[in-house]
Structure formats: C-alpha cells, structure tokens
C-alpha cells in the first residue's frame, strides 16, 4: 500500500501567559509605571523568543513520527491534554508545527469541532455548498451528492434553515455528512461522534467502515469511546503528554491506554456511611493480594469483607465484571445453583468467589451489592481493580475475538 501520510519529528509549542507581579508599596508601583513601557515592549519581543526554555513555553508535541497507509483507519488516543487535537489541526493545515516535517499524498476532508466551516447566517443547504467547494469540488459534483448528503444527516426538515438555529447535535450531523459524502482521499475525525445520539454514531461508524474498506479511504479518528476505537480502527496511537508512546493493534493498543491509567486495586474503602445501613463493604482482595495482573485462564479467589451492622435476613450477595466498554463479562450470585437465602447476626464476615479467569487481556471493574429481604443494602464499584494479561500458550494471543478464552480440542472422524 502506498503511505499517505507521513509524519517526521512533529512538534509544536505554545508561549502560555503568566500571571503579572505587583508591588505591594507604594515606592513599588510607582517604579512599575515607570518602567511599564519597557516592560511591555521586552514581553511583546518574548512573545515570538522561544530559544529559552521557562515556565511560559508550552510543548503541545514533541518529536511525534508515523506513517498512515492508504485505506488505513488509524486511531489516536490519550488523556485529555496529550496533544490528540493539536495534532489533527496541524495534519489539517489549521495550525502550523514549530518543527519536522510532513507529507499528505490526497485531499483532507476534516471535522475537528462542532460545526467547524459553518456560516451561521447561511442555511443548510447554502452551508453544503461552500464546505464541498472549500474541500475542492466543483458545483456540479456537490449537485450529485446533495440528496444523499441531506438523507444521511437527518435534518432534511430543516436544510434550509440558518445554522445558527441548529442544535449542537444538528451541527455534527451535517457536518460529518458533508465530510464523509464529498470523496475525500483522507478523512480525519475528532472526538465529535460525543454530540451525536446513539443511532447517529452508528451510522457514523457504519459510514467510516464503508469509506476505508470499500472505497479504500484513509480514516484519522480521535475517540474517547474505546470500544469505537477498537471496532473501527486497524491500529492505533498512544499519545501522552505530547509524545507518541506506541503505535499498536487496535485492541493492543485500547488495552495498553487503559492499563496507564492503572493505579492498582483500591483493597479499602474510603469514606463510606454506615448512618442508616444496616451492614457495608469494607475491603477486598484479589488472590490474597497477590496479584494486582493475573494471566488468562488461571484460577481466582475474590474475598471481599462485609460488616453487619445489624442482624439481616433473607440475604442475597452478588458480584459483577465488566470490562472497559461497561459490559458485563461475568455475574456469580450466592444464590447460584438453588441455594437458599442466608441471615448474618452483627458481626464482620468474608464472602469468598473462587472461579476460573478465562478473559481476554484488559483491564477490568468490579461491583459487589447486597440484598437484604429484596431491599439493596450496598453496592460497591471498583473501577480498574485488576488486570488480565495474556497467556502466552494461547493460540489467541495475537487475535483475540469475543470476551473469553477458552481451551478446546478438535477431531475429525
């Protein structure tokens, strides 16, 4: 495949304002108007002097390196202030980089913020036309594509309304439309899909899948919605703090992102309320402490400390994983197999789970309620309580699919 994009030693740096000294005497500010005029001309000079380094210079990027493919839909995630949007406005010729070098072989189709390139006074449809002639395409081409332009965004209704009367939501819908029906060589998408509601995004990634698959496109798409990312994107890229960590798998790289913001199992709770609860969660462990990671298909002990403040009958305890996306990966239940409805009197106890791990490798949340007589009595999240890593025996280890790993054998008769 041909390279697309290529990006060399990519930075770019602000100059921040700093908050301005006064004098606390008299004698003080008097010497400061006085020597105002020079101090104003020597910050107007510094303002464009970044050969030295202080508190005031702010790295956007730094050093950043990559190569984009033809039809490549690649990722770019990180926290907020990693220097994901910094990067989209330069690749989209919006800002200019301080240093380094960078090649773009086809037309930019770009959609950085909401309603970016919309006139408010104009309509809809008005608004189609400058962004398609913006983007380089002739009348008659944006003729073509209008209908399917207009159908794809949903605000037929109001396409000859001024813009200015959209809704946010409004504003995304036709702006990706347009950007993603006017043939593009390279589309690049920031974190917008947020705005859309639930049916739009999937048309939205429906849309970008047919653009880079079936017509052979190059997608840019920065997300905080992970498992978009891990859908839609063939790899993907780690930014942090304006550098570029890795470039990985899409679904390496979603695992990777979440395992940074990893800070290990919270064992105790902090700040809980025992006024007017009949019982709490105190604490709990993973494989007697042992293991903050723990390899696929391995066996597991989760105990987790309850303090009955009160006697309690017809109890149920349950537990629940989810991973990164939010979905539920594994449910257990004291009342699993038919087992009947316990009491405790008051008194500290230790629920014990014991399962065997066959997850694929990411990090994972932790929920523990209690029922008592049908009425909840607690419900504690832990958010990235531990982490799966991947069993290096496993076939699956590069190209995991579904949720779970499971070891089977196979015979031909």
């Known amino acids: 495949m041909n390279k697309v994009i290529k990006v060399s030693n990519l930075s770019k740096r602000y100059r921040l304002g700093l908050k301005e000294k006064y004098a606390d005497t008299l004698v003080g500010k008097i010497s400061q108007i006085i020597r105002s005029p020079y101090d104003n001309l020597k910050r ?42 910094t990067l989209l406005k330069i690749l989209s010729q919006i800002t200019e980089p301080t240093s380094g070098n960078i090649e773009i072989h086809g037309r ?186 723990i390899v696929t298909n391995s066996h597991c002990e989760i105990c987790v400390t309850f303090l009955c403040l009160s006697k309690m009958t017809n109890l149920e305890f349950g537990l629940i994983i989810k991973d990164v996306f939010g979905s539920i990966i594994y449910s257990a239940n004291s009342q699993d197999g038919g087992k009947y409805l316990f009491s405790l009197d008051k008194g500290q106890y230790v629920f014990k789970i014991n399962f065997f791990l066959c997850f694929k490798p990411q990090v994972y949340d932790l929920e523990f309620a209690i029922n008592s007589d049908g009425v909840l009595k607690d419900h504690w999240v832990v958010k990235n309580s531990f982490e799966v890593l991947d069993d290096k025996y496993s076939v699956l280890n590069t190209a995991w699919k579904g949720v779970c790993s499971m070891h089977s054998s196979f015979s031909i008769e």
Request: net charge negative; hydrophobic share 40%.
């Open 44 to 85: 107007l000079r510094d303002l464009n002097r970044f050969g030295l380094e202080d508190d005031s210079v702010f790295w956007a990027l730094k050093d950043v390196s990559f190569e984009v493919k033809e039809g490549e839909v690649l990722g770019i995630i990180g926290k907020n202030g990693a220097g994901k949007s």
């Open 108 to 293: 930019v189709a770009s959609l950085l913020e909401v309603g970016t390139g919309f006139h408010p006074e104009l309509s809809g449809r008005e608004n189609i036309y400058m962004n398609g002639t913006i983007l380089g395409m002739t009348r008659r081409e944006i003729d073509s594509k209008l209908d399917e332009i207009i159908d794809f965004s949903g605000v037929e209704k109001f396409i000859d309304t001024p813009v200015k009367f959209y809704s946010s939501g409004m504003k995304v819908r036709l702006g990706f439309s347009v950007a993603a029906h006017l043939d593009p060589e390279i589309l690049i998408i920031d974190e917008v899909l947020a705005v859309g509601d639930y049916e739009f995004q999937k048309k939205c990634l429906g849309k970008m899948e047919d653009v880079s698959k079936n017509h052979g496109r190059t997608v840019l798409f920065v997300s905080h919605q992970m498992d978009a990312i891990a859908k839609l994107c063939d790899c993907a890229l780690i930014l942090e703090k304006g550098k570029c960590l890795e470039r990985k798998d899409a679904n390496e790289a979603v695992s990777i992102y979440f395992s940074s913001n990893f800070e290990g199992k919270q064992f105790k709770r902090q700040n809980f309320e025992k006024a007017n609860k009949s019982g709490v969660f105190l604490s709990w462990t993973f494989n007697s402490n042992k293991f903050e990671q």
